[in-house]
């Protein structure tokens, strides 16, 4: 079989839900009202609730417009749980299409019963629907199909349902046919094959070592030469690593059924458990050893391998799950990271050779001017470049430096502190900020066409500039992820990925807003409603007719219709038009309710707006009607009291401390300021800058468990830490967020600096963006996977009951 690799783990869990079975259209195939109970179940919400987004998510709605303006219609579904819905809404019906196809293709055979209908009807998962179609999936002729047109069935079927027929009277071909009939009947157990999948997963292990020869070039992998643990225990992380190590060729990986190993002649539960299925035991009559013999070969030759690839995809969906989690996690606070706002900004891409490049940006992002410095070696024409700077910062009146955090950073950080020190007044302040992503953005399409006449490596600089200013605004342009603060996301799927990191997108957008008449291309396409095209004829016509005046403007867009008008509105802002609502998160469908509103205060619009005394006075219950109910009411005069608020935190930056510039210059026990750079399922990396992040690793997060480390930090967060440990040699720091830690005395010490090594995936980027301090740390060994569970061997439960007193009849091991 072969799942999904796009799905849930789920998909490659055996189903053990015995629900009542699902009815069924006149096509065969599971009803929308059945999809809607499971989905209400699993997300323990009313069927009333999940029926009416579906209707709204099938009619084109989007998740954010149904978030925020159809609360009365889903009974106050949030984001997260749309999203959600929507996921199992289209895993659901993918299921649904895939036992309509079986149904078919067993009925074209002429094999469906009602029996098997039923069965096919009740399966709840892809990997459950799989396992039931496998007997019938057309495939190319086995063993076992040629054992049957040799007349070989009746030899299976006697001896299985006689073990007192004699195996002796048969010829050697006889019984090999039978064997091989059995092996593919105990392997084309849908039941069987779920539990045993259930079975493995539970009591079995992966198992690594190094390929002869390859321990000097795989040194990276140097934690999985000798390693093993539990399915049930292997982080994300670590699955990926050791996924990676096997396909670099440095890692041979085992998975193995158990932690326990057998004694010699012992037979294994899950020999045990085809035996018990099939009624198979030793009582010492003249076919039991030949049957048993037979159960031991499906097992090791045939349910034990494809069981193998089962759970290998189990491990690597699981895995890709959590890592697209904690991309997606990390890339809505680095969205939704404060925007230092309208104000002029130079950018500083940083580099040695081929000097510093830099950009100037005027309040709204236009770039006035560029240049190319060489103040570092091997020029060093520090004063010429200061000279520079300064009549830049003058000329244009620049009120923040953005500096580049990739090679040459703190050289840079230390030129503009000089350039600083020399401004009598109105001195601009400076900030290293990530250019995570600032090479991709600078050769792709778009970077062409908005910056045609400008040289690829001055486009840098402009991105860094314009992401101080909004990051949201700037990070749109880059393919999510190509921003690199993710954990393994070359490793993991690009469907998967892709869906998950677009939707993080499409919703940072929509709940900040976007200011249509200056929004660029990119940014308008994540607007709820609007396709690239749209985007481009509204960016044509403002440029064609100049700014909007109104919302109701929009509708004049070629192809933005009345439906993309309904779901893009409220998220558009226009600022200094015709109509202060506009400015505002209230729906033009909802003006009406503002109004009356206004009705009932006796006041104009424009002293209503912020005015905190007035609003609070209002009851939202007075002003709901048949269409807009209290959720939508309550929602317009809190967006009243502060319209077209930005729900992004106050700018703040960090302080890097001064004469600590690289790994060298740390000593354990300092206390620095930083800025946590990504977050991964093990800890946290913060910038301190030194040109390589440190690791807090969860353990050193709080006094107090924490079982998530964003339950303490998130990206973007400025943090002070203490310097546990430094490896200069291996480049690696531990930090702690308790500043009363001693250095090298924590607990978890060996694993803190195990952990350092999955900075390798957690920050690696694409080919051409080195630069960026993740970037930078691809070079580390990938090693603080910890190895937590490995080398263990861990005592499997026992069976009970009646499956123990069978198993032990059969004279079968545990």
């Known amino acids: 079989m072969s799942p999904d690799v796009t799905t849930a783990p789920e998909t490659v869990s055996a189903e053990s839900d015995t629900a009542v079975p699902p009815p069924a259209t006149s096509a065969g195939v599971v009803s929308q009202a059945s999809v809607n109970r499971r989905i209400a179940d699993e997300l323990a919400v009313r069927e009333s609730q999940v029926r009416a987004a579906v209707e709204l998510l099938d009619a084109g709605s989007t998740v954010p417009f149904i978030a925020r303006y159809r609360k009365e219609v889903t009974g106050g579904l949030d984001d997260a749980q749309l999203r959600l819905l929507d996921e199992r809404l289209h895993y659901l019906r993918e299921l649904d299409e895939r036992r309509g196809a079986i149904l078919e293709s067993i009925r074209g055979q002429g094999k469906l019963d009602d029996a098997l209908h039923q069965q096919i009807m009740l399966a709840e998962t892809k990997a459950r629907l799989e396992d039931i179609y496998l007997p019938y999936k057309p495939k190319r002729r086995t063993k076992a199909q040629i054992a049957r047109e040799a007349g070989h069935e009746p030899v299976a079927d006697a001896l299985i349902n006689d073990p007192t027929t004699d195996p002796a009277q048969y010829n050697a071909e006889q019984l090999d046919g039978a064997r091989a009939i059995l092996v593919e009947r105990f392997a084309e157990d849908a039941d069987l094959v779920g539990e045993l999948r259930e079975l493995m997963w539970n009591r079995g292990q992966i198992r690594s070592t190094v390929r002869p020869g390859k321990e000097e070039a795989g040194a990276k992998f140097a934690d999985y030469f000798e390693f093993d643990e ?41 020999e045990g458990r085809i035996a018990i299925k099939f009624g198979i035991a030793d009582k010492g009559r003249a076919a039991d050893t030949w049957l048993l013999d037979t159960v031991r070969w499906a097992w090791r030759t045939k349910l034990q391998v494809s069981l193998g690839i089962d759970t290998r995809m189990r491990l690597r969906q699981a895995a890709e799950k959590d890592a697209v989690d904690v991309f997606a996690a990390n890339l809505r606070d680095l969205l939704l990271a404060a925007p230092a706002g309208t104000r002029t900004t130079m950018g500083l891409d940083p580099g040695y050779r081929t000097g510093v490049k830099v950009a100037v940006v005027d309040a709204t992002g236009k770039v006035v001017a560029t240049e190319v410095i060489y103040p570092h070696k091997p020029q060093g024409q520090t004063e010429k470049s200061l000279a520079v700077l300064g009549a830049l910062v003058a000329r244009f009146g620049v009120e923040l430096i953005a500096i580049g955090n990739g090679t040459a950073s703190r050289e840079t950080d230390a030129l503009a502190a000089e350039l600083i020190s020399r401004i009598p007044e109105n001195k601009p302040t400076k900030i290293v900020v990530s250019e995570a992503g600032a090479s991709v953005y600078s050769a792709s399409a778009y970077a ?63 709940a900040v807003g976007v200011d249509v008449n200056t929004a660029s291309v990119p940014l308008l396409s ?36 009345p439906k993309a008008f309904e779901q893009c509105a409220g998220f558009l802002r226009i600022r200094g038009g015709d109509d202060p609502l506009d400015t505002s998160a209230v729906h033009p469908e909802a003006y009406p309710v503002v109004r009356r509103i206004m009705e009932s205060t006796g006041r104009d619009i424009t002293e209503v707006i912020g005015n905190t005394t007035v609003l ?46 690289k790994v060298a210059d740390l000593e354990p026990g300092m206390v620095l300021e930083g800025v946590v750079t990504n977050v991964a399922a093990f800890g946290a990396f913060v910038d301190v800058g030194v040109h390589q992040d440190g690791l807090v690793h969860v353990s050193a997060m709080s006094h107090n468990f924490v079982k998530d480390p964003r339950e303490v930090v998130n990206t973007g967060d400025v943090v002070k830490v203490k310097v546990l440990e430094v490896d200069v040699a291996r480049q690696r720091i531990g930090l702690s967020l308790r500043l009363d830690d001693e250095p090298g005395a924590t607990a978890k010490g060996e694993n803190r600096q195990r952990g350092q090594g999955d900075r390798k995936g957690g920050g690696e980027r694409q080919n051409g963006q080195g630069k960026n301090q993740q970037g930078r740390n691809q070079g580390q060994r990938n090693q603080g996977q910890g190895r937590g569970g490995g080398n263990q061997r861990r005592n499997a439960p026992a069976p009970t009951g009646s499956m123990a007193d069978a198993l032990r009849r059969a004279g079968f091991g545990q």
């Open 230 to 270: 539990p399915f049930t225990k292997l982080p994300s992380h670590r699955i990926l690593a050791l996924l990676r190590g096997e396909k670099e060729d440095v890692l041979s990986l085992h998975l193995e059924p158990d932690t326990e190993e057998l004694e010699p002649g012992e037979r294994s539960i899950y």
């Open 448 to 510: 062409t066409q908005e910056l045609p006449d400008m040289d690829v490596s001055l486009r840098g600089a402009v991105s860094i500039a314009r992401r101080l200013q909004d990051p949201l605004a700037e990070l749109v342009k880059i393919d999510p992820k190509s921003i690199g603060v993710g954990q393994y996301q070359h490793d993991v799927s690009e469907t998967l990925l892709a869906r998950s990191l677009g939707a993080v997108v499409e919703d940072a957008v929509n």
């Open 526 to 561: 994540r607007v709820s409603g609007i396709a690239g095209s749209v985007a481009e004829s509204i960016v044509a016509h403002r440029d064609q007719h100049g700014p909007f005046r109104s919302r109701t403007a929009l509708l004049e867009v070629p192809r933005l219709g």
């Open 616 to 661: 609070r006075s209002l009851r939202p219950d007075e002003f709901t009607d048949e269409r807009f109910g209290l959720p939508t009411v309550t929602d317009i005069i809190t967006e009243l009291e502060k319209p077209g608020r930005d729900p992004r935190p106050e700018f703040k930056t960090a302080e890097f401390a001064a004469g600590v510039e």
